[in-house]
């Protein structure tokens, strides 16, 4: 659990240091491991072990990095290293023979399964340190590996040629990378630095299309979502959504609602320490991420945007003491907000999610309730079960963990993420307040999206990163 809100007094200091040179490399990989997963969500060019094969190899730089710190004897470093290298060969070939055409055949594949999924526990567990977890940390650790065994465990029923029987090892390094490796070793004011700014260059392409129409930018297609208008608490517009670069307009509002959020808490921590420049360019990166949310229409985005910036700003102009109040009345709000459109007494549409999610239980209620339906399409599941003629998955990504691995990987899935929050809440003095309001946002965002962690898409990476940082960032 991250244990201080820090206030940095500046994000880079010009010492010319082996340590911050070797600091400066760390970091600009971590920027390069975002811009990776924002290229491929984009465009859709990257593949998947190749997004795992990235997030393995920041993982073994990263871990290097620990072991020069950790370690004072150069035989003991020296050795650390030769250790996570060799574990970071045997991982990329399990990958690299993982992306065509599977592990093992016949009754090799739980033999062969098992071991990559103990392999890469161990890697991750290697690079950080692991003697230093926490038992809640040590309790994260046990909900992603029930997660990841029950998903793997799945993949037994597919052809080993399908991608489905291997497509839960590749999300298996990206979540844990992001869960254990880069929080705890990348401080959070760079993940706070590098998104507002990267939401805000999406935002900004964006903004183009309504001087110009769609347009394309190298291999990028930016462009607007037609026939549909921005709205909010009935305030309706004439302008036509945006989408940016990403092929869904839900997309960019995820990532503009993490902008506003980190741009949010770095405008208050400049303010904090009088750099009235560093609080310009907040203000400025903050408003651009802020229309980025309304234009994309995404209103889970915006609901998961108040919520988080309500938490940090109260928290910012009061004290610590507003924390535990704030998380809990927002929690009830959101909840009360959810039971007043499903009644009527709210006019906000619920775009049919209350019929996927009535399908969704119904089809949690006849399925396999311990591990459920399997690692395929919550929405072939969920079909049968609609009223309407639609063909969507449930939209909560705590529903479609259940309908996948049942009740046990569900419980597992909620203790990651309501057990930090819970736990930061109750550690309210020494929590890192910034990163608990986004984890918070994030939360609620997931009640109304089908993303979840465990895979490799923006949304899941960026919620990964910001329990990843609750739990274990320093």
Request: aromatic share 12%.
């Amino acid at each position: 659990m991250s244990t201080v809100d820090r206030e940095p007094a500046t994000l880079f200091v010009h010492d010319w240091s082996t340590e911050r040179i070797v600091d400066g490399v760390v970091y600009g990989l971590f920027g390069l491991h975002l811009l990776l997963i924002v290229f491929s969500h984009a465009t859709g060019s990257v593949a998947a072990w190749q997004l795992a094969t990235s997030s393995i190899f920041l993982g073994a730089v990263l871990g290097c990095r620990l072991a020069a710190d950790t370690y004072q004897d150069a035989e003991q470093v020296r050795a650390a290293c030769l250790s996570i290298l060799g574990f970071l060969f045997l991982v990329l070939a399990v990958i690299y023979q993982s992306s065509s055409p599977g592990l093992g055949l016949g009754s090799n594949r739980p033999l062969a399964i098992s071991v990559a999924f103990l392999l890469i526990l161990s890697f991750l567990l290697v690079v950080t340190d692991a003697r230093q977890y926490t038992i809640g940390q040590w309790a994260a650790v046990g909900c992603f590996a029930v997660i990841t065994g029950i998903y793997l465990a799945h993949t037994l029923a597919f052809h080993p040629d399908s991608s489905q029987s291997r497509w839960p090892l590749w999300a298996a390094v990206v979540m844990g990378s992001n869960l254990f490796v880069i929080p705890r070793l990348v401080p959070e004011r760079i993940f706070l630095w590098f998104i507002p700014r990267l939401a805000a260059i999406t935002v900004l392409l964006g903004l183009v299309t309504y001087v110009s129409g769609d347009y394309t930018l190298w291999i990028f297609e930016v462009r607007q979502y037609p026939d549909t208008s921005p709205e909010v608490a009935g305030f309706e517009t004439d302008l036509v959504t945006l989408q940016s670069i990403f092929p869904n307009p839900n997309s960019l509002g995820l990532l503009s609602f993490v902008g506003l959020v980190a741009a949010t808490v770095e405008f208050h921590r400049s303010i904090v320490v009088r750099r009235p420049l560093g609080a310009t360019v907040a203000l400025f990166l903050a408003a651009i991420c802020g229309l980025g949310v309304f234009l994309s229409n995404a209103r889970a985005a915006m609901l998961a945007s108040a919520v988080a910036v309500a938490i940090y700003s109260v928290y910012a102009i009061g004290d610590r003491l507003t924390v535990p109040v704030m998380v809990i009345s927002s929690t009830l709000g959101v909840f009360g907000l959810v039971v007043g459109m499903y009644v009527g007494v709210i006019g906000i549409s619920s775009t049919n999610r209350f019929e996927l999610w009535m399908a969704s239980l119904r089809a949690i209620r006849d399925g396999p309730l311990l591990f459920g339906y399997g690692s395929g399409a919550a929405s072939a599941v969920i079909e049968p079960y609609l009223i309407s003629d639609m063909s969507y998955g449930p939209h909560n990504a705590y529903l479609t963990v259940i309908i996948q691995t049942g009740f046990v990987g569900g419980l597992a899935y909620l203790g990651l993420v309501a057990g930090s929050i819970i736990a930061g809440t109750i550690n309210y003095r020494t929590v890192n307040v910034a990163i608990l309001s986004l984890a918070v946002g994030v939360a609620v965002h997931q009640s109304f999206e089908s993303y979840i962690m465990f895979r490799w898409s923006l949304g899941a990476v960026l919620a990964t990163l910001a329990f990843g940082y609750l739990l274990f960032g320093d």
